[in-house]
């Protein structure tokens, strides 16, 4: 396409949102709460991702040392546990250590037992992907001079299937609502279209390309999709901002930290700025086909 043509359909495309005010306004406005509720949606469900995420990290496995190991049968019981695939930030710590944290969570009058302390050495370890935790535990629950692993059998497979139906619930959700949103654009923008059926007719008739014809509104849906997206991006962005700063500071702990706003926020608005323009360039391709068929 030359770029005379080209430019010719832009100034087109700009006064034909000018001469339908009424019709622009509807589709933007249609374009505005749809991708306002989706942008709230993305916010609350990347943020449950973060910390569902970070709760499944926190699984940690303890492995319980037999009596009967010296500092041989430990290195070997070691070694073992390194060669598993999919292990990470494997520690080691002597019963002197594990009586030195009991100490320190529940008081001095725990020190008396420096002098015939009952702990045993143990090691703790996390797996790479979380959901092999149970798999790795029982691996390791097989080894000689294993006296028991501690993981939350039976809670971390709960645990870890609730987070799962958590997320593909709220994925559900935001397909549903892109959809939603997808329909209810490309119904009003075929309504604008069909005021406008005569003028295609017209064109049509006298010789027009269906190109001719379908860029010009392809680009109205561009504008539609930019506009639409404009408001929801600048609220997000303010609401985000603010929300960040008032929760921020009261959470204590790693497991419910929120997503950090940069880059987050301006992921978000490349999302919504993205979806904008693709649902307006489909509502339009959609709607002005039919009138192609003259």
């Known amino acids: 396409m030359k770029f005379r043509t080209f430019s010719r359909h832009l100034t087109g495309s700009f006064k034909s949102l000018g001469r339908n005010a009424w019709m622009t306004f509807a589709s933007v406005s249609a374009v505005t709460v749809t991708l306002l509720l989706v942008g709230v949606f993305i916010v609350i469900m990347m943020n449950l991702n973060k910390i569902a995420d970070n709760i499944e990290k926190d699984v940690e496995i303890k492995v319980i040392v037999d009596l009967?190991?010296?500092?041989?049968?430990?290195?070997?019981?070691?070694?073992?546990?390194?060669?598993?695939?999919?292990?990470?930030?494997?520690?080691?710590?002597?019963?002197?250590q594990e009586l030195g944290k009991m100490i320190k969570g529940f008081g001095d009058e725990l020190g008396l037992?420096?002098?015939?302390?009952?702990?045993?050495?143990?090691?703790?370890?996390?797996?790479?992907?979380?959901?092999?935790?149970?798999?790795?535990?029982?691996?390791?629950?097989?080894?000689?001079?294993?006296?028991?692993?501690?993981?939350?059998?039976?809670?971390?497979?709960?645990?870890?299937?609730f987070?799962?139906?958590?997320?593909?619930?709220?994925?559900?959700?935001?397909?549903?609502?892109?959809?939603?949103?997808?329909?209810?654009?490309?119904?009003?923008?075929?309504?604008?279209?069909?005021?406008?059926?005569?003028?295609?007719?017209?064109?049509?008739?006298?010789?027009?390309?269906?190109?001719?014809v379908r860029i010009p509104f392809i680009l109205e849906g561009i504008w539609l999709g930019i506009l639409g997206a404009l408001i929801p991006m600048i609220l997000l962005t303010v609401a985000y901002f603010n929300l960040y700063d008032i929760i921020e500071p009261k959470i204590e702990g790693d497991l419910f930290k929120l997503l950090e706003v940069t880059p987050f926020i301006y992921q978000l608005n490349a999302l919504i700025l993205g979806l904008g323009i693709f649902i307006g360039i489909w509502g339009s391709f959609m709607s002005v086909r039919k009138f192609l068929r003259v």
């Open 113 to 161: 037992y420096k002098q015939d302390n009952p702990l045993r050495h143990a090691f703790y370890l996390k797996a790479v992907d979380p959901h092999q935790t149970a798999e790795i535990a029982k691996k390791i629950d097989t080894f000689e001079y294993t006296y028991e692993v501690i993981y939350g059998a039976g809670k971390v497979e709960k645990l870890f299937g």
């Open 163 to 212: 987070l799962e139906s958590g997320r593909n619930v709220g994925l559900g959700l935001i397909i549903a609502l892109l959809f939603t949103a997808m329909f209810l654009i490309s119904n009003t923008i075929r309504v604008t279209i069909n005021a406008r059926r005569n003028e295609i007719e017209i064109m049509k008739l006298v010789g027009a390309t269906n190109n001719f």
């Open 68 to 96: 009967a190991a010296d500092e041989e049968a430990i290195s070997e019981l070691e070694k073992e546990i390194r060669e598993i695939k999919g292990i990470q930030d494997l520690k080691y710590s002597s019963n002197e």
